[in-house]
């Protein structure tokens, strides 16, 4: 995988209704004394296990938000498209309401400092720009400095100076954003300067 940039988009649920009862089911669980073994909100005790939900996965929680009425949730871009939420736009810090897409995404990534970032660790959010995206992420991959396989650490970097290359079509199919190329430039630099042997060579000399 390349290093990508995550999206994360406001979501605000259609008002679709809920199937099945909460209000029934809680009336049931106590009437029946469930509640005596499972606890009253299903937290589990002694004589009974957890019954509540406590974890959702995002399908899940992109389901919950979709049915449930008035529902606002927070998943990533991909699984807001996947599961048809309606998105919202938000005020980005220039005072601009945007839309989540592509280019809002995009430009989130290429106003950040990432020059000024350590290790490149930037936050996506809030970025300065018209058109930024407020709520945009990146991934990330981890380097030892002074890795103890150079060799391996060498095919690592090959493999994401592909990816960087040639990645950019498949992060667009998967609702993803490619790095901007200022900032793979500056990474692959990073990767020349920071990156050497036990002895002081370089691991990275493309
Ligand atoms: C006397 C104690 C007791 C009462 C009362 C009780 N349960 Fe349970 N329940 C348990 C125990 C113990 C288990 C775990 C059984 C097992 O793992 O074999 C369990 C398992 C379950 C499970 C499966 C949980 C899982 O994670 O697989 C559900 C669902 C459940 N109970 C619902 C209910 C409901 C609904 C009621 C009320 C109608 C109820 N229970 C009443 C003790 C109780």
Same mark, same amino acid.
């Given at each position: 995988?390349?290093?990508?940039?995550?999206?994360?988009?406001?979501?605000?649920?259609?008002? =679709?209704? @809920? %199937?099945?009862? /909460?209000?029934?089911? $809680? +009336?049931?669980?106590?009437?029946?004394?469930?509640?005596?073994?499972? *606890?009253?909100?299903?937290?589990?005790?002694?004589?009974?296990?957890?019954?509540?939900?406590?974890?959702?996965?995002?399908?899940?929680?992109?389901?919950?938000?979709?049915?449930?009425?008035?529902?606002?949730?927070?998943?990533?871009?991909?699984?807001?498209?996947?599961?048809?939420?309606?998105?919202?736009?938000?005020?980005?810090?220039?005072?601009?309401?945007?839309?989540?897409?592509?280019?809002?995404? =995009?430009? @989130? %990534?290429?106003? /950040?400092?990432?020059? $000024? +970032?350590?290790?490149?660790?930037?936050?996506?959010?809030?970025?300065? *720009?018209?058109?930024?995206?407020?709520?945009?992420?990146?991934?990330?991959?981890?380097?030892?400095?002074?890795?103890?396989?150079?060799?391996?650490?060498?095919?690592?970097?090959?493999?994401?100076?592909?990816?960087?290359?040639?990645?950019?079509?498949?992060?667009?199919?998967?609702?993803?954003?490619?790095?901007?190329?200022?900032?793979?430039?500056?990474?692959?630099?990073?990767?020349?300067?920071?990156?050497?042997? @036990?002895?002081?060579?370089?691991?990275?000399?493309?």
């Amino acid at each position: 995988m390349r290093n990508l940039v995550l999206i994360a988009g406001l979501l605000i649920a259609p008002a =679709a209704l @809920a %199937a099945g009862s /909460a209000e029934k089911g $809680k +009336a049931a669980f106590v009437k029946h004394g469930c509640w005596q073994c499972h *606890g009253y909100v299903g937290q589990g005790g002694v004589t009974g296990p957890r019954l509540a939900q406590t974890q959702l996965s995002v399908e899940a929680l992109s389901a919950f938000v979709r049915n449930t009425r008035g529902g606002i949730g927070y998943v990533e871009n991909i699984y807001a498209t996947q599961n048809h939420l309606i998105t919202t736009q938000l005020q980005n810090r220039a005072g601009q309401f945007v839309q989540p897409d592509d280019d809002s995404f =995009a430009a @989130a %990534a290429a106003n /950040a400092r990432w020059d $000024k +970032a350590p290790g490149f660790y930037e936050v996506l959010t809030d970025q300065p *720009g018209a058109k930024s995206w407020p709520m945009t992420g990146a991934s990330f991959i981890l380097l030892h400095t002074v890795p103890t396989d150079p060799a391996k650490t060498a095919a690592v970097l090959a493999f994401f100076d592909w990816a960087f290359k040639n990645g950019g079509n498949m992060a667009t199919e998967l609702d993803y954003v490619a790095m901007p190329a200022t900032v793979v430039k500056l990474i692959e630099g990073a990767w020349r300067a920071q990156i050497k042997t @036990a002895g002081g060579e370089l691991v990275w000399n493309r």
